[in-house]
């Protein structure tokens, strides 16, 4: 990994080229001899992403481009929404450690064909990855691809622009439907964590009835009863309150850290006692319900950030960062709190990411997490 060396820019502008333009110089001539760019440009830029990665690849010389499109993005200690912008990371890779993934099942699985010599070889566990949120099929996609890396390891976001013309990726040029980004060699060491912005309450049950994401009886009880007791008397009278405050979470199995997927309560019927969640399940999952708020955000996002401390070894090179729409400005606050937190804890270096419409770690789709990945 000594032969890697990672530079990043971040920049606003009136205009996709001045933006380029600033992020160029804020790179410097030659600052890196890069072979793989990362690029991650707000809603207002998404209809001239072809010229604007046109323009970094004149410019650059890198002809290698992963990235996405993100209601806001991700920079050094800064988080940028609502105006024209721009996050570029240019990465100097050795020779043959990493391969574009481009987007679409048949695609996908011809890339996979065509290299698994290097795929053995090169001990490829690793991907960035970029999702549609409109392709309902996107978990499943993720969770294939994993184990075809036997197993892999992928971190990345869904796209979140607001428009759906705007949801475009990058693998090489703009795509969108399907899952793309790169493949990286074992060669290039990388370590993840994972932050969950919710806390769960104190029990864990049983589903014992249950159609597609309704459920019955938790606990051979009535679900909304069972629900009741855990969320406590005062929210118990007022159940209007618990939107955006109360969540579901579905443990994932065989995880040593208590990894759980968050999914919305999507609706409450009292007189038959049902509650609904955002994802199907069946009989015999396991299931909870958690508490988000800033106060629990912060002690979860504090404990990924000490755990990667202890694992870095050395300099940091580098790193990107997906983080849920949810997350951010509305449960850190308005001043570029939770990429601070991140400087604050493991200093200053490269790091570009997006807020986004779902998050990717390892085999699954996770909501209201916090995911970084750390190149040492």
């Not at 001239?48 to 010389?61: A, E």
């Not at 290698?64 to 200690?77: E, H, K, M, P, Y």
């Not at 978990?139 to 759906?164: C, K, M, N, W």
């Amino acid at each position: 990994m000594n032969s890697v060396k990672i530079n990043a820019a971040s920049a606003t502008g009136v205009d996709w080229k001045s933006i380029a333009d600033q992020c160029l110089a804020d790179i410097g001539p030659g600052g890196t001899p890069a072979n793989l760019g990362l690029l991650y440009v707000t809603d207002p830029l998404a209809p001239q992403l072809s010229s604007l990665l046109d323009h970094l690849r004149k410019h650059t010389g890198v002809d290698d481009w992963i990235g996405s499109v993100g209601n806001g993005i991700c920079a050094t200690g800064r988080e940028i929404y609502d105006e024209p912008a721009a996050a570029v990371m240019l990465t100097a890779l050795p020779d043959d450690s990493y391969r574009l993934l481009p987007s679409g099942i048949d695609s996908m699985s011809d890339m996979i064909a065509a290299n698994r010599d290097w795929i053995a070889e090169q001990g490829v566990h690793f991907g960035i990855v970029h999702g549609d949120p409109r392709n309902s099929h996107i978990p499943q996609i993720i969770e294939s691809l994993s184990a075809e890396l036997d197993p892999g390891f992928l971190v990345g976001g869904l796209t979140s622009a607001s428009e759906d013309m705007n949801q475009l990726q990058i693998a090489g040029d703009p795509c969108q439907d399907g899952l793309s980004g790169v493949l990286l060699s074992s060669r290039i060491p990388v370590i993840s964590g994972l932050t969950q912005g919710c806390t769960p309450l104190d029990n864990k049950h049983t589903i014992t009835r249950c159609q597609r994401n309704i459920l019955v009886e938790l606990d051979g009880r009535p679900a909304l009863d069972v629900f009741r007791e855990d969320i406590g008397e005062a929210l118990s009278k007022d159940l209007s309150k618990v939107a955006g405050y109360i969540f579901a979470g579905l443990p994932v199995p065989g995880s040593d850290t208590g990894d759980y997927l968050v999914r919305n309560l999507a609706g409450i019927d009292p007189e038959q006692k049902l509650l609904a969640i955002g994802d199907y399940v069946e009989e015999g999952d396991t299931i909870m319900f958690c508490r988000r708020d800033s106060e629990t955000a912060r002690e979860d996002m504090q404990r990924m950030l000490r755990d990667l401390a202890n694992r870095a070894s050395g300099e940091i090179r580098g790193g990107v960062y997906y983080t849920c729409l949810g997350r951010g400005r509305y449960q850190f606050g308005e001043n570029s709190e939770e990429l601070q937190m991140i400087c604050d804890e493991l200093g200053d270096f490269p790091l570009v990411g997006f807020f986004a419409n779902g998050e990717i770690s390892h085999d699954r789709l996770y909501g209201y997490t916090g995911v970084l990945t750390l190149f040492v």
